[in-house]
């Protein structure tokens, strides 16, 4: 992921693509380090995690009966959509 100076950010999406948390990353962040941060977090939380791709964006994570993307978006997705991801 290159760096960019415009904000971005850190979303995790459901099945049907629904927000349910996200957070911005501001211009100049380290996007790669964000969701490797993310990937730790959820595997350290009980989430079967997938491996990021070198060259990508985004991971898949489930536990349970519940499986969402985690990924870096260009857009701010709409607050109305968000809801809390079970850590």
Known sequence: MEKTDEP??????????RA?????????SDLRAAITAKHAQLAKTGWRVESI????????????????????ECFEPAATDVRRCRT
């Open 8 to 17: 971005r950010w850190l979303v995790v999406r459901d099945r049907m693509s």
């Open 20 to 28: 349910l948390e996200y957070r911005m990353l501001p211009g100049g």
């Open 53 to 72: 791709p070198r060259k990508g964006a985004f991971f898949f994570a489930d536990r349970d009966n519940d499986r969402v993307c985690v990924s870096v």
